[in-house]
């Protein structure tokens, strides 16, 4: 057990860098376009839940520039 402990000791630093350098560490970000029929559906959903929210006045005013919307159901 100790042969293997120091094992691991004497050969951490090189696996911790081949791992660093095999891996990517950026996450790759999706970059699918939407299409024109679904960028016009969700907009027209969107706009369709806000008229909703504030008739049934989850919409209020907290300044000149802030609106609080009620998320809860």
Do not use: C, F
Not at 12 to 29: E, F, V
Not at 55 to 60: C, E, F, H, L, Q
């Amino acid at each position: 057990m100790e042969r293997i402990n120091e094992n691991i000791l004497k050969h951490s630093k090189s696996a911790d860098a081949a791992i660093r350098t095999s891996s990517t560490s950026k996450r790759k970000k999706k970059s699918r376009t939407r299409a024109p029929g679904e960028v016009q559906a969700l907009n027209e959903i969107s706009v369709a839940r806000w008229q909703k929210a504030v008739r049934a006045g989850k919409i209020s005013r907290l300044g000149d520039r802030k609106l609080y919307y009620d998320y809860s159901e």
